[in-house]
Nanobody, 130 residues
Framework: QVQLVESGGGLVQAGGSLRLSCAASGPPRSNYAMGWFRRAPGKEREFVADISWSGGRTHDTYYADSVKGRFTISGDNAGNAMTLQMNSLKPEDTAVYYC????????????????????WGQGTQVTVSS
């Protein structure tokens, strides 16, 4: 069973930056993807970004249009940690951010479907004030 724990959320002014982290634990894996999703108050869960792992290293990344150019997803080759660097934050980025991992390999836009993810963290709140 893979366990995911997010950290790094908080309150920031518009234009500021935050760095979210996701720590993964459990049995070793070789081919999978991890992603960030978010849920704003009164809205449905939304895909943010994903990154894939295969052959012991990270591969493709993919971003939602709403965060492209502002957010950067990265991960260590061991697959134990994933980060989301968020710059130029906007009030509309306010949401609970969730870390998730698939049970099988996927990459790019195919990983934007939350149905592909078998494991989820508890979430961390990000609030951007105007």
């Amino acid at each position: 069973q893979v366990q995911l724990v997010e950290s790094g959320g908080g309150l920031v002014q518009a234009g500021g930056s935050l760095r979210l982290s996701c720590a993964a634990s459990g049995p070793p894996r070789s081919n999978y993807a991890m992603g960030w999703f978010r849920r704003a108050p009164g809205k449905e869960r939304e895909f943010v970004a994903d990154i894939s792992w295969s052959g012991g290293r990270t591969h493709d990344t993919y971003y939602a249009d709403s965060v492209k150019g502002r957010f950067t997803i990265s991960g260590d080759n061991a697959g134990n940690a994933m980060t989301l660097q968020m710059n130029s934050l906007k009030p509309e980025d306010t949401a609970v951010y969730y870390c998730a991992s698939t049970g099988a390999y996927c990459s790019g836009s195919r990983c934007s479907d939350p149905g592909r993810y078998a494991y989820w963290g508890q979430g961390t709140q990000v609030t951007v004030s105007s």
